[in-house]
């Protein structure tokens, strides 16, 4: 929980974005508030609020199932360090996962000191700050400064790229990482929402998957 503080100013930044826009569409505080604890997941939330009263029920699933598809990609790369752990284990790990908390989780695991009751409380910290960051922007609504006027909306990202760094070791590494992003960044042009991360993500680990292939046989020739 303590290794999520450095993510947390990004966190409660959105959150609180997220409660002020929440008011805006006619959500009450406790409506934005009850989103946040059952949802969590601070892409889909938005991209609700950016169809609310205006898409119907069926539209607004399927947005939010596009966006958060990417939790297959995560799972999928953890779920080698999680072998071995009863289902209700990684079924409860996966229920609070967040981009935040895998990250950490990952990094963790990566350097050899990661475990499930560190990934549990990685899942914790953020799933305590978001809510309660979200019912105080819905609270005071109009009344807080957009986050956004202080630089607080670059946390995220300079955040994750800190935890990107950690994972290039090789060249390799560094190529699959400036493609994924060469790739998002299109993506971001030509799909719909929500299914950037995904392309880009397989896309990416395709590239990876070549590149080790060519470097084996180099070695073995």
Request: no cysteine; proline share 5%.
């Amino acid at each position: 929980m303590l290794d999520t503080a450095p993510l947390a100013p990004g966190v409660i930044a959105f959150g609180l974005l997220y409660g002020m826009v929440a008011r805006q569409v006619g959500f009450s505080p406790w409506e934005a508030w009850a989103m946040s604890l059952i949802v969590h997941a601070g892409s889909a939330q938005f991209a609700v609020l950016g169809m609310w009263g205006t898409a119907g029920v069926v539209p607004i699933l399927l947005t939010t199932l596009a966006i958060n598809l990417r939790h297959l990609l995560m799972g999928a790369s953890i779920a080698p360090h999680l072998q071995g752990l009863h289902p209700r284990w990684r079924a409860f790990l996966a229920l609070w996962m967040s981009d935040e908390s895998y990250a950490l989780a990952i990094a963790a695991y990566e350097r050899g000191t990661g475990s499930p009751r560190y990934f549990l409380g990685a899942n914790v910290g953020i799933y305590l700050l978001w809510p309660t960051s979200g019912l105080v922007g819905a609270l005071l609504g109009s009344a807080l400064p957009d986050p956004g006027r202080y630089g607080l909306d670059l946390v995220f990202p300079l955040a994750f790229l800190g935890l990107l760094a950690s994972f290039l070791k090789d060249r390799i590494g560094v190529a699959v990482a400036l493609a994924a992003g060469g790739l998002a960044l299109l993506g971001v042009t030509l799909l719909p929402t929500g299914w950037t991360v995904v392309v880009a993500g397989l896309l990416g680990s395709l590239l990876g998957l070549l590149l080790e292939e060519a470097k084996e046989a180099w070695t073995r020739s």
